[in-house]
DNA sequence: CGAGCTGTTGACATTGCTCAAATTTCGTGG
DNA sequence: CCACGAAATTTGAGCAATGTCAACAGCTCG
């Protein structure tokens, strides 16, 4: 049982009318001009890179809209084994449960700020505004159509096409994929992160992206960073469902 | 693009009120006074064994909910690999998709019989009653910690794990599993099914079936028929998270 | 009784894992 | 700015778990 979100973590005040991401997130069911009754029941909490959000067995007081940073979900096995359920970005919403413990554990991968609300005053804001409900329902079934699209990936996908996914997922995440030109994208998360999120080992992902390197469908700058000269190529051989 | 739930399939009236699954369905939410509304827009349809409900890429007109038999869940790849992401039982809820294509393929396992709604009288239902509402947000979020579990499963558990893992959670919806003794289950779907679900080959599956029946851990009477003698081991051998 | 399907078993191949070491990156302090 | 140490990543060698291909067995339905 931890208690980070109390710790080591400043709070700061916002206004919710200059949130960067609020088209993204729960709020942009809120009007306007009701967005003085969300300021009320929001503060910010900010978290340095690899600290802990809360985990799984924590009791579930808040829940949180991430504002800042990125963020990844992960479930534990008792030997220590990990899967990360999602990576989380700037206007994603974690922490709903209908239970008093968190499903799953919740960690900062780089500086985090996040956007949080007690639980008990978002169920008092859904009562008074039905349409945040609406929202929440929508973002629960993309979630979880994305969770059957990992689970696809986890099942029946090799490696390499495990990569591609990846690398062709955040591509899609962060860019609108015109088409013929090269994307370079930013990996905030370690190897360690992308293994425990497809289901491999460090050392596969690692030997994957040297082969994928060496095929030409990918360059490799930086540790961190990816780039894709050609979207369809990558397509082709990700085995696109 | 198929239209499966307009053929083969016999359409039949029955009151909500006498539904015996009514407790688990969204239909939980609907005042009793107010079943008679419920009735009005609901119809029923039954499926063949092996028979299909819809495909992802039908256009998405209706939702289910389950009110006899068994249904699979799938997605598939381009060259035929397959993921079950589910299996549904009698009260439980698909169909529901944001866009206007459904996100996964639906087949009946065994005789099936669906309570189907228009998703438009669907919608009208959720402004009128916003309990309904509430209450598929709760279904959502149940679905979506049993994906997050599945990812857990599918990503980091050995072929041992998975189906111990299979066979225990099957159990836990029939049973209450007081504790010691011996339960019974019934497995409607194939061994195929089962190794698309699990992210393994069918003979994998049947080898692991094979030596937990030679260690004890479980008892084969027939090829769908599984008894468990020894929860308690069996959990512990599951490397229960 | 035979055909066909489902499930099981066997032999072998292969993907991805384990263990180990080399290399690169990055932060820190001199 | 450079040197050092720690951590992350990459690479290598061998191996184990699981997949593939093939044969066989058992059951169901004509």
Known sequence: MTDAHNH?????????????????????????ERLGELEKIVS???????????????????VFNVSNGDVRLYKLLADGRRQITGF???GDFLGLVKQEAYAYGAEAIDAVELCCMRIVDLERLLRELPAVRDRLLDMSRDELAAAQEQMLLLGRKSAREKVLSFLLMRARNEHDLDGGEAVT??????RSDIADYLGLTIETVSRTFTSLKEEGLI??????????????AAEAAASAD
Chains 1, 2 share one sequence.
Do not use: K, N, T, W
């Not at 360059?219 to 990816?226: G, I, M, R």
């Open 185 to 190: 994208l930013d990996l905030p998360m370690s």
């Open 219 to 232: 360059d490799l700058p930086s540790a961190q960073h990816v780039v894709l000269p050609d979207i369809d």
């Open 8 to 32: 080591s973590s400043r709070s700061l005040s916002q206004a919710c009318e200059l949130c960067s991401v609020r088209h993204r997130a729960m709020c942009a069911a809120v009007d306007f």
């Open 88 to 90: 989380l970005r700037p």
């Open 44 to 62: 910010h909490r900010q978290f340095a890179p690899g600290q802990l959000i809360f985990e799984e067995s924590d009791p579930a007081d808040y």
